[in-house]
Each structure stands twice: as C-alpha cells, then as structure tokens.
C-alpha cells in the first residue's frame, strides 16, 4: 500500500455497528465488562481507546513501524521515551534541538541524574568523540529547529548501534511523507503530531514509533502509568489530518522552495536556511534520505538588528505571528525571544542560533501572496 492510501485507511475501518466511514469518537472512560477482567480489549480509556487505537495505527504504518504510543504532546511523546533511561545514563544529543526539547532535558531529566551532551552532529567525528561508556540515547533532530541543520539519520543510527545505544529521530518537521528514520537504522521516531501530522492548528498531540517489540512494550507501560493520553477526540481530528498529509506537504515543500529563493535573492535579507539549496551544508545528505525538502525556512537580516527583526514579523499580513508551525496557514515568529527562549542566549549563540533570525512555517496559501507579503514587510524596515 502506497503512502497516499495508507494516510487514507491504514488503521481504520467502518464502523461495524453503524457503517460510518469515518473512525468514531469513542468519548467514554470505561467499558462494560461481561465478568470481572473479561472485556473485549478494552476496560479503561487511559490504557487504550479504538479511536486512539485507530490513529496509533495509521501513524505506525506511515512510518514503516509495527507500534505506535500517541501521547497528548508531543513534550508528552519525548518525555516517554527519555524514561526508557535510569539514573546514571547518558544522552548525546544535537546542538540545535527545540527549545522545549532543551528545556526537558536540563531542567527536568539532569535532577534524576541522566546526563545530557549537545554537539554538532553534521559530522561524524563529532558524533564519535561525543559517545561516552554510559551513553545509552543518541537524540536527533532532521531537518533541525530552526537552523534546519541536516543529520545523516544512517550514519549516526550505526554509531549508536555500535555503541549498544539507542537512536531517536525527531521528525517533526519531515513527516513520515519526506522522510522515514526507521527505514534508515533509527530505533525510535517521536512527532509533535500538532504540527504537520494535524495540519490544522487545531489539536496538541505527540507520537512514539517504533518496529522494536521490546522498547514498544515498555512505551506501552509507560503511556499506561504516567497517563499523558490524547482524549478520543483529538485522536479523532488527528486522524483527519493524516488523510490529507501527502497532499498538504506536497503545497508544503512547492511554497517553501519559492519562498526560499525569493529570500535568497532579497538585498535585506543575509542569509537563508532551506535544505533544497545546494549550497546548504549537508544538501546531499537531505536529497539521500528526504523525498522533499519540507515547509520550513529560517533566515536573517543583513543589519544585524533584533529591533528590525522583531519589527518583520509584526509587519506581514497574511504570515500571522505565532509559535508552532506544520499548519495549512503560514506562521513567522521569532525564535530567540518566542520558541527558542528557555535556551540561554550563550548557549543559542554556541549553536548558531543569532538574535535576528526569523524562522517560517510556509503554508499551503498561493506562494505569490506569500513572497508578496515579505517583500511588503521587508520594505518597511
């Protein structure tokens, strides 16, 4: 089954009681039992619920994957996979990672005593040298967010083998569509199925896949004991979203190339970050493993001024200003000051993260009124 019909039925069927076509929310909490522990696959809706269980489904086929654990984030979907780690652990993970990936990390896991090592992972020596005796994850992120760096998923996915740890792919901003970190070695993958997955910015959701029956079973455990659960009807408006994935991320990676070219060409503008250009550090690495290059772009200013970068993005007119991204609608924001700031400013600057740049969510509106609305905005500062 090809991409296309599997975001249309993998995971779903009509409903045996009524014939819809449409997976049914299942807005209940418990289930009627014949007798006490003799139910039929279901007995309380924090352990599983047919409409969930139809979107974990859908998700894990579109990966390639046997399992998928959908969590009510996707902070929820991260912080359910770094608890496969005990106290004492270490995990190497990449330099230019989302804030709130960051956050969890330091502020949270490093007070039970995993350590954590962010690093340039466009190299391989870089990932070598990083592994220590303990390292027991190798956290990735492909396309990166913001600097929409590019990984080479196989590569590290060996090194981690070799060195007896686990390998974990953000591919939040790829999709399933673009690309499947699975296929190339990785053992997890983990979305914020609020952006691209949805679609439509209207529903927070996170997902943990993965073709191990072993680390499934204990995501499983997990999903069940610490109760991050999505509730029926995001699940619901989730499995909306993916019926139209490959089609959305099609307008996607078209609006964004157009947008990234115009950027490229603008005399404001310094410096553009898209993988589809060739110049683009690793762009042979993205055409390897990416069917496309995504909706994502980031760049700044030549004047080098956070004030006139906070000012573009007040300025446009159909970019509305806004964190997230993945949504039909374009979004701008500023990452140093919105999505990115619980990173310290030394540490955003270590990673390449400067205080203009300005990161796009490119939607599927037409491409002409978007280039329309940066030049306008770009003309006024």
């Known amino acids: 089954m090809k991409f296309g019909t599997a975001a249309i039925h993998a995971g779903q069927e009509p409903d045996i009681a009524t014939g819809a076509i449409m997976t049914p929310i299942y807005q209940t909490s418990t289930y009627v039992q014949s007798e006490p522990a003799v139910h039929k696959g279901y007995d309380y809706s924090r352990a599983g619920n047919p409409t969930r269980t139809a979107l974990e489904k859908n998700l894990a086929a579109l990966e390639g994957a046997k399992y998928c654990a959908a969590f009510s984030s996707g902070m929820g979907a991260i912080d359910a996979v770094i608890k496969l780690l005990k106290t004492g652990d270490h995990v190497l993970a990449g330099n230019d990672l989302y804030g709130g990936t960051y956050r969890i990390f330091v502020k949270v896991f490093e007070q039970f005593g995993l350590s954590f090592d962010f690093i340039d992972m466009s190299k391989e020596e870089n990932v070598r040298k990083g592994i220590k005796p303990d390292t027991k994850m190798v956290w990735m992120e492909t396309p990166t967010n913001p600097l929409l760096r590019i990984v080479d998923i196989e590569m590290i996915a060996t090194i981690g083998r070799e060195a007896g740890a686990l ?215």
């Not at 979305?191 to 896949?209: F, Q």
């Not at 683009?280 to 772009?297: D, I, L, R, T």
Request: aromatic share 6%.
């Open 167 to 381: 390998t974990v792919v953000d591919n939040t901003f790829a999709t399933p569509f673009l690309q499947r970190p699975l296929s190339l070695g990785a053992d997890i993958v983990v979305h914020s199925a609020t952006k691209y997955v949805g679609g439509h910015s209207d529903v927070i959701l996170g997902a943990a896949i993965t073709d191990d029956d072993e680390i499934a079973e204990k995501l499983y455990f997990i999903q069940k004991s610490s109760g991050a659960v999505p509730g029926p009807f995001d699940c619901f408006l989730a499995l909306r979203g993916t019926k139209t994935l490959h089609v959305r991320m099609e307008r996607h990676c078209e609006n964004a190339k157009k947008v990234a070219e115009f950027l490229a060409a603008h005399p404001k503008v310094h410096h553009v970050n898209y993988p589809g250009f060739k110049f683009h550090p690793n762009h042979a690495v993205a055409a390897k493993q990416m069917s496309g290059f995504g909706g994502m772009v980031s760049f700044t200013l030549k004047n080098d001024d956070i004030d006139a970068a906070k000012k573009l993005t007040t300025l446009m007119k159909i970019f509305a200003l806004a964190e997230s991204l993945g949504g039909v609608e374009s979004l701008i924001e500023h990452p140093a000051s919105m999505t990115h700031s619980s990173l310290p400013r030394e540490v955003r600057l270590r990673s390449g993260l400067e205080d203009t740049l300005i990161r796009l969510s490119v939607g599927i509106e037409d491409a002409d009124d978007l280039i329309e609305d940066l030049k306008q905005a770009l003309e006024q500062i």
